[in-house]
Structure formats: structure tokens, C-alpha cells
């Protein structure tokens, strides 16, 4: 099992900046593509981005193009969530998940195809 915990999340103004983390523990998640996805009230959860095992592949939706960054570091076990010039738009409960199937540096943007996922953290953009 594979137990994720996100965190940095928090209240921030429009144009503001935030940098979310994503700590696993139970395996390392080296071989694991990497998923953010977030969820705002009243609206389905959506795919944010998403980085391959090895760090060297991302994925982004269009809403995250040119903001934000995700990165890895399999030393430390954790993803990463840079999130730049924020929009209120972008308030949200953000979640860290683990796809343990993925090969070939595929990146899913389907919930379903995650096998893992986080308690998800808060983020909340101010006009």
C-alpha cells in the first residue's frame, strides 16, 4: 500500500504563487507516474498534470499550461505542485495521485486509471 499526503496548500491572493507536496510512504514511488488533480465546489474533479516515473515526461491541462510545474524527487519519495500566477478560478481541494500500471512514461488524466490518491489540501485563491 501506498499512503500519499499532500500539503502546502492554503489561502493565497490572485497572481500569487503556492507550492504543493506530495509525501508518500509504505513503497517508493519510482516506477509510478505521478497525478494532480483537483476538485472545486460544486464541480467534477479534473485532471491538473501529471509527471512519468522518471521525472523526464510531464503533462499538462490547458488550464495548467504556462503556470503550472510539476516535479519529482524519487530520493525524497514526494511530487511536487508549483502552482504561479493563480487565478481564483484555481480554488480548489488539490489531490496527489500514484498510477503503479503505467509504462512506456504513459500519463493518464482518468481518476479511475490511479490507484493511489491523497486526502487532498485546500487551495484558495483570493480576488
Known amino acids: 500500500q501506498v499512503q500519499l499526503v499532500e500539503s502546502g496548500g492554503g489561502l493565497v491572493q490572485a497572481g500569487g504563487s503556492l507550492r504543493l507536496s506530495c509525501a508518500a510512504s509504505?513503497?517508493?514511488?519510482?516506477?509510478?507516474?505521478m497525478g494532480w488533480f483537483r476538485q472545486a465546489p460544486g464541480k467534477e474533479r479534473e485532471f491538473v498534470g501529471g509527471?512519468?516515473?522518471?521525472?523526464?515526461?510531464?503533462y499538462y491541462r490547458d488550464i495548467a499550461k504556462g503556470r503550472f510545474t510539476i516535479s519529482r524527487d524519487n530520493a525524497k519519495n514526494s511530487v511536487y505542485l508549483q502552482m504561479n500566477s493563480l487565478k481564483p478560478d484555481d480554488t480548489a481541494v488539490y489531490y496527489c495521485?500514484?498510477?503503479?500500471?503505467?509504462?512506456?512514461?504513459?500519463?493518464?488524466?482518468?481518476?479511475?486509471?490511479?490507484?493511489?490518491w491523497g486526502q487532498g489540501t485546500q487551495v484558495t485563491v483570493s480576488s
Open positions: 509527471i512519468d516515473w522518471s521525472g523526464s515526461r510531464t
Open positions: 495521485t500514484a498510477d503503479q500500471s503505467s509504462t512506456m512514461g504513459y500519463i493518464s488524466s482518468r481518476w479511475s486509471e490511479y490507484d493511489y
Open positions: 509504505g513503497r517508493t514511488l519510482s516506477s509510478y507516474a
